[in-house]
T-cell receptor
C-alpha cells in the first residue's frame, strides 16, 4: 500500500524556536495533504488542508502565521511551528491523498511528537 | 456546528464481541470512517461506509444509518492486540476533509 513518512518522528525544542516537520508520500503523488494535531487522550483535530502549488486552507482557530505550511511538490509538504511554546507540544500527524483528496484513499504518516520546553 | 460522539472507553474479554457506537451531526457528509489507533502511533484505516447498511471485513464490521446519523463498529473474536483507540470520522466534503470523534479506548482483558 501507499506509504507516507514524517520527519522527525520526535523533536524536543526550547520555547521560542521554530520547528519544521516534513511529510512525504514515498510511492505516490499526493495532490492533497492534511495536517492534524492530537493532544493526549483527545481526538485528531484538522489544522489545515494543503494542495500542491497553492496556499493552505486553515481551519477556524488555527493561526496561519504560526503554523506555516508549504506544499511545494507532489511528494512533500512541510509544517513549520514558528516561535513554539509549551502549549504547542502535541502529536502532529499528516495524511496524504493522491486521488483528488478522497478520504477513502487517505494515508496517514506515523506522526511527529513535539515537546516544547 | 460539528458533533461526533462515541463512548470514551469499553472493556471486553478476549474472544468476545464489542460494538462501538458513533452518532454524528455534521454540516456535510461524504462517508463515515473507522480508524484504529495504538498509543503513540498514527491511525490505520479500518472501514468506510457511504451507503446505509452493513460492511463486513473479516472480524470487523461497520454499519451506517444516514437518516439517524448513526454508525457502529463491531469487533468480533476479540484479541489482545485489538486493545487500542477506535476513531469514528466523518468525511465532510468531497476533498477528503475528515472530522474525528474523540475516540473509544477498547481494553481487551484475558
Amino acid at each position: 500500500g501507499a506509504v507516507v513518512s514524517q520527519h522527525p518522528s520526535w523533536v524536543i525544542c526550547k520555547s521560542g524556536t521554530s520547528v519544521k516537520i516534513e511529510c512525504r508520500s514515498l510511492d505516490f503523488q499526493a495532490t492533497t495533504m492534511f495536517w492534524y494535531r492530537q493532544f493526549p487522550k483527545q481526538s485528531l483535530m484538522l489544522m489545515a488542508t494543503s494542495n500542491e502549488g497553492s496556499k493552505a486552507t486553515y481551519e477556524q482557530g488555527v493561526e496561519k502565521d504560526k503554523f506555516l505550511i508549504n506544499h511545494a511538490s507532489l511528494t512533500l509538504s512541510t509544517l513549520t511551528v514558528t516561535s513554539a511554546h509549551p502549549e504547542d507540544s502535541s502529536f502532529y500527524i499528516c495524511s496524504a491523498s493522491g486521488d483528488s483528496g478522497r478520504a477513502d484513499t487517505q494515508y496517514f504518516g506515523p506522526g511527529t511528537r513535539l515537546t516544547v520546553l | 456546528g460539528q458533533n461526533i460522539d462515541q463512548p470514551t472507553e469499553m472493556t471486553a474479554t478476549e474472544g468476545a464481541i464489542v460494538q462501538i457506537n458513533c452518532t454524528y451531526q455534521t454540516s456535510g457528509f461524504n462517508g463515515l470512517f473507522w480508524y484504529q489507533q495504538h498509543a503513540g502511533e498514527a491511525p490505520t484505516f479500518l472501514s468506510y461506509n457511504v451507503l446505509d447498511g452493513l460492511e463486513e471485513k473479516g472480524r470487523f464490521s461497520s454499519f451506517l444509518s444516514r437518516s439517524k446519523g448513526y454508525s457502529y463498529l463491531l469487533l468480533k473474536e476479540l484479541q489482545m492486540k485489538d486493545s487500542a483507540s477506535y476513531l469514528c470520522a466523518v468525511g465532510t466534503d468531497s476533498w477528503g476533509k475528515l472530522q474525528f470523534g474523540a475516540g473509544t479506548q477498547v481494553v481487551v482483558t484475558p
